[in-house]
Nanobody, 133 residues
Framework: QVELVESGGGSVQAGGSLRLSCVASGNIPSNYPMGWVRQAPGGGREGVAAIGSDGSISYRDSVKGRFTISKDNAKNTLYLEMNDLKPEDSGMYYC????????????????????WGQGKNYWGQGTQVTVSP
C-alpha cells in the first residue's frame, strides 16, 4: 500500500518562499512519475509541476522560473521549492504518483488531475499554501 504525505505548506506574504515535501511510503518504484497539482478555493485542480518516468520535468507556464521540482529517491521524497510566491499561487497542493511511462508534460497538462490514467494512481491529502498580498 502506497501512501503519500505532504508537508511544508503555510502562510506567507507575496514574494516569500516555501518548500513543500511529499514522502512516499510503501513500495513505490523510483521511476514512477510524480508531480504536484493545486486547487484554489472554488476552483478545479491544475497541474503545477511533474517529473516523468524518463526524468523529464515540466512546469505550468505561470510558475516557470519561480518553482523547482526535485526528487530524492533515497528518501522517497518529492519536493517543490516555491520562490517569489504570488497570491494566485494560493491553494491546496497535492502530491500525486502514477505507474505510467509518460513524460512530465503529460502530468502537468492532463485533462484529469484526480486520475492521471490507467493503472495505479496515488494522491496525498494535501498541504495548504496561502499567499497574502
Amino acid at each position: 500500500q502506497v501512501e503519500l504525505v505532504e508537508s511544508g505548506g503555510g502562510s506567507v506574504q507575496a514574494g516569500g518562499s516555501l518548500r513543500l515535501s511529499c514522502v512516499a511510503s510503501g513500495n513505490i518504484p523510483s521511476n514512477y512519475p510524480m508531480g504536484w497539482v493545486r486547487q484554489a478555493p472554488g476552483g478545479g485542480r491544475e497541474g503545477v509541476a511533474a517529473i516523468g518516468s524518463d526524468g523529464s520535468i515540466s512546469y505550468r507556464d505561470s510558475v516557470k522560473g519561480r518553482f523547482t521540482i526535485s526528487k530524492d529517491n533515497a528518501k522517497n521524497t518529492l519536493y517543490l521549492e516555491m520562490n517569489d510566491l504570488k497570491p494566485e499561487d494560493s491553494g491546496m497542493y497535492y502530491c500525486g504518483a502514477h505507474n505510467g511511462r509518460l513524460k512530465g508534460a503529460y502530468y502537468v497538462t492532463s485533462a484529469n488531475f484526480h486520475y492521471w490514467g490507467q493503472g495505479k494512481n496515488y494522491w496525498g491529502q494535501g498541504t495548504q499554501v496561502t499567499v497574502s498580498p
